[in-house]
């Protein structure tokens, strides 16, 4: 069993339920949330943006175990939020750079993990897009940029939240068919990568290994079969010791819900989850369109619903976390 310093285990006790399950609410989107705006003919502004993640907060951190959020637009929010909820911060620019082959990660240069830590984080969060098929010149330039941030969370006893998005750097559209039959070697093959001790993860961050809309049963067109689909959870969750927790991805809330319960079914032993858009992103248009109360509205019975149906799922389907490590 893997051990974990009294420090990091105070800060995961902070980002948990009491049971050991990571209910958390994502909301640390910054281009998505500005495309969000934009579609709905609305210019974003920074007053948008922080705007909009605040009232998320002070709705809904009260049904959440802990919040991530982004320092760049995100403190007001942090500071918003129920006492109770933990608060993970972000590490990492929003994006990559489109024009550089690989999708090479970089950090918010005028923050570090100490700096995070100062306003209260009790873990950090990076997220890192990997295709483990890539040339190995780039990829070993990922795997030292993590173990850099696995120091760095190690030196301040912090816990380290890694979210790895697979892709494959020849196929363009990542909610394909052509992935979708690529997406389980991916998604398995990275976790193998980031589990090794050397990066100092304590927590993965992933994707589902298929894409549920191509499981039979699910979807129209099937790629896997729900034995199959349900063979790559299992596999996934043997290929990592680490706790580790879904990422909704933007699918719906319904969508992900069942996710979660065919899971838990497969074997997978994961242990909560850090939902996004599935929660909030509905909440987007009365904002925008209609303003502050009405957002509010639609966040205290919508968004509230969403968020407490999905716990009530994670209760069902999750592991604890602290039964994969132990206190050093």
Known sequence: MLKMSAGKWQYMEQLSTKDGFIEALAIDQRGALKKMITALGEEPTSQHITDFKKLVSEELTQYASS???????????????????????AYEKTGYDATT???????????????????????????????????????????VFVERLGSECAGQDIPFYLEVVAYDAKIADATSKEYAKVKPHKVIEMMKEFTKPQYKVDVLKVEVPVNMNFVEGYGDDVVY????????????????????IFLSAGVSAKLFQETLLFAKEAGSTFNGVLCGRATWKNGVEPFIKEGEAAARKWLQTEGRANIEELNAVVDKTATPWFSKVEKA
């Open 67 to 89: 919040i991530l959020l982004d320092p760049e637009y995100g403190l007001p929010a942090a500071d918003a939020r129920d006492k109770e909820a933990g608060l993970l911060l």
């Open 101 to 143: 082959p690989g999708r090479l990660p970089d950090i918010l240069k005028e923050w570090s993990v100490l700096r995070l830590q100062e306003k209260k984080a009790d873990a950090m969060k990076f997220l890192l897009y990997y295709d483990v098929d890539e040339d190995a010149k780039i990829n070993h330039e990922k795997h």
């Open 225 to 244: 079969t729900k034995a199959e689909a349900a063979a790559y959870f299992k596999e996934q969750s043997q290929a990592t010791d680490l706790p580790f």
